[in-house]
């Protein structure tokens, strides 16, 4: 599986639980089984899987 390509202070899209909004990406990080991507939105940040995350 290929990094994704997302790189910090990024403005992105998300789908999450039937939550959409905007964001930027704070971290990307690499687990066992893929990748999570870190995006703060507001003054809270959400944990995502590349699937969750569109550029903006």
């Known amino acids: 599986m ?31 089984k893929g990748y999570f991507i870190d995006v703060k939105t507001g003054d809270r940040t959400i944990s995502l899987r590349p699937a969750q995350v569109q550029q903006a």
């Open 2 to 32: 290929s990094a994704p390509t997302f790189t910090k202070g990024q403005a992105v899209k998300f789908s999450f639980r039937g939550i959409k909004g905007t964001g930027t990406v704070e971290t990307v990080r690499q687990v066992t």
